[in-house]
Every structure is written in C-alpha cells, then in structure tokens.
C-alpha cells in the first residue's frame, strides 16, 4: 500500500505540472478570502455556474471587510440563483465574526477555522493548504471517487467505517511539501480525467489503477444506500392589482428562509389545478370572487438534497386588492420586486417572464 500511494501521489503532481490545464479565477489564490469564498459558492454548485457568481462577488465586495458591511437583502440578490441559502447566511455570518473578532484577518489555524459558521473539514482544509500550506487532505467527491478507483476500494464511502477510512488514506496520499499543488491536482483530476464518466485512456494513472484490473470502474465509489427525497408541491398564487404583486418573506425555519415568494398554497399531492379549481378556492379560503384573468403555468422542478419541488404559478388578476391579502405581506411594483432576493424556483419563472416581455 505505501509503494502505491508514493506512486499515486508522484503521478498526480507530475499530471499537475504537465498536464493539468484546468482554468478557474481563484486558481493559485493564496488570498483567504478568495478560496474561502470559492469554496463555500462551489458546495453544492458546478464550476461552471458558480464561476460567474464568484467574479460578481469580487467585484461588489472585494474585501471580507466589505463584505461583512454589506446589508443582508443586498447579499442575497446577488446569491439568487445559487440556491442553498443557507450558504449564504453562514456567509454574512462568518464575514463578520472574522471582521470582529479576527479585525478582517482569516485565522491560519484550522481548528479555528472549523468554529466559524459553514467552515467544515473540507473547507477548513482548503483555505489551510492553499493559503497556510499546512498539510491537510481535502476530501470531496472527486477525491473519493478518484482514491477508490485506483486503490479499489470497495467500502462504501457513505459509511462512518467508509468516511474515516478514505479520510485516513487521503492523508497518507498527501504531500506535506506540496499540500497545495497535490489538493488542486487530486480535485482537477477528478473533475478532469477520473470523472463519473472516466476517460480511463487519458489516465496517466491507469497501469496501476485497481479498478480497471478488477472491472469495477463504473461501481466505484462505493455507496450503502440511495437518498430517498421527499417530493413537495408548491402552488404560488401571483396576485396582481394596481399594476402591483403580493409577495412576503419567508421567516419560518425552513428552505428558503429569508428569501421572498408569492402567496403560497402546499398541498401532499398535485393539485391538477384548473381554473374552475382555482376560482373555488379564493372564494372559499380568501374570499374573492372578483377576478380579472387566471392565468395557471406548471413550474420547473427544482430537485434540493432532500427535497424535490413541483409546482405552478398561478396568475391572478384583481380587480382590487382584496381585504383577506392587507398584512402578512406588501404589494410590491415589478421594479421593486426585481430589487428583492428570490428563491430559484421562483427566480426561474420570473426570467422567463421578464424575457418574454
């Protein structure tokens, strides 16, 4: 095992220097700042996506001290279409908690690192290798997929047993003289070359890769289960009156907490709305019955890590702003509105009707 990690970790760094030509904006940063940024942005987001959002975010905010002086709803603007708020919030929190307690200084020390909100092992050991090259393994998907294939292992990486131990030989894998340069290697080949989709003929890891002698490329990493998700459906009613919509925040601890949506209705099952539907149910749960126009559209489904989000947008001309929908929300212009953070689900149907106008 010692021999093939040497040739492992040698191969990798020699890929790196010769072949990795791999491009991203916070590549080779040394900033903190930047590859903390990068690194919270690209949980649960592609490159390619987050990409564009990172240079956004640069560019308003180019300081963590900038950052932590920025109002909450301005933030959120600019995050809306990432999804995972949460994200967003551990942002603004951890922004000011550095900018108070550290005077805008990341710590260098991980285990400091790991206190501060949204700050788990793998980013803590990111900022740490990149930054303070102190000699810590990442270990994200790529790597554990890239780890199980060329050493064969067939312990399921979803496991407290499969966790620890692919933890452990990550670093044994790693360079202590070179953490950083190894981390980004390791990463950028499994995004690269040792993809879900391998290109096994591109691999300079390939004569002493076990999952090709044993046929098992496509098994591995292993997994012990399938996440079972819980579908939703979410009716959003768009009422309209005085050339101005009905929208609230959402407070309650849930997704999308703090951001903005319509009136909303959540059923167990399809609704199968109609407008016959619709027209009862304003009358018996809101008491309207003086419409302009309804207008039903089915949204895009939006799948989250344990949910999955069906739906429509129902658009609800008024005469009038009714007395049942004065409070618990404010009827805002489309100029306004656009001003306003948004969930994705959300975000999406007001794009299309933006860009359809």
Sequence with gaps: MVKAQKIFTRTLLDWNRLQNTRAMPWKGEKDPYRVWLSEVILQQTRVEQGWSYYE?????????????????????KLWEGLGYY?????LLHTARMITDKYHGKFPADRDDMMRLKGIGSYTASAIASFCFDLPYAVVDGNVLRVIARFFGIQTPIDTSEGKKFFSSLAQACLDKVQPGPYNQAIMDFGATICKPLPLCDACMLRKNCRAIKLKKVSDLPAKSSRLQKKTRWFSYFVFIADQRMFVHERNAKDIWQHLYEF??????ADPE??????????????AIDSIVSIRIIRALTQALTHQMINGYFIETELHSVPASL????????????GRKPFPRFIHQYLSEKKSGQ
């Excluded at 109609?274 to 749960?285: H, Q």
Aim: net charge positive; with cysteine; aromatic share 10%.
């Design 56 to 76: 956004k975010f640069i560019a308003k905010y180019p300081s963590i001290e900038k950052l932590a002086a920025a109002k909450d709803e301005q933030v959120f």
């Design 86 to 90: 949460s994200r967003c919030r551990n």
């Design 263 to 268: 009136h909303l209705v959540e059923t167990a």
């Design 273 to 286: 709305w109609t407008s016959r539907k619709v027209k009862a149910w304003l009358k018996k749960n809101l």
């Design 326 to 337: 004065q409070g618990n929300g404010s009827w805002m212009t489309k100029k306004l509105i």
